[in-house]
């Protein structure tokens, strides 16, 4: 069983970056499509990002195409959410989510394995 844990949240005011961690353990992270979703306050969890076991494929929902970049180093069993050009509407608890099954799934069912979060506040 996967332990996903998130790191590297915070507040940031409008067009600054923060970078997301998060750090696996309990399994080999290159048996899973790791995604990253996210959730604010009254509304559903939606991904943002999610990446291919070798990171060869990239999925992006399109409110953050160009902002974000998702990786992954499975050496070091992290996965990484660079976020650039932060906007209030982006505020919202991230999650760092683990799949075995290989099709880049945008849907949060999908996914097995789950971290706590890490509250990300983007301030105008």
């Known amino acids: ?3 996903l844990v998130e790191s590297g949240g915070g507040l940031v005011q409008a067009g600054g970056s923060l970078r997301l961690s998060c750090a696996a353990s309990g399994g080999t992270l290159g048996d899973y499509v790791m995604g990253w979703f996210r959730q604010a306050p009254g509304e559903e969890r939606e991904i943002a990002a999610s990446i291919s076991w070798n ?3 990239t999925y992006y929902a399109d409110v953050v195409k160009g902002r974000f970049t ?3 180093d499975n050496n070091q069993n992290m996965v990484y959410l660079q976020m650039n050009s932060l906007k209030p509407a982006d505020s919202a608890v991230y999650y760092c989510a683990a799949d ?3 099709t ?3 849907s949060p069912a999908h996914y097995e394995y789950w971290g706590q979060g890490t509250q990300v506040t983007v301030s105008s």
């Open 1 to 3: 069983q996967v332990q």
């Open 100 to 102: 075995r099954d290989m």
């Open 104 to 106: 880049l799934s945008t």
């Open 55 to 57: 990171g060869g494929r």
């Open 70 to 72: 998702i990786s992954r």
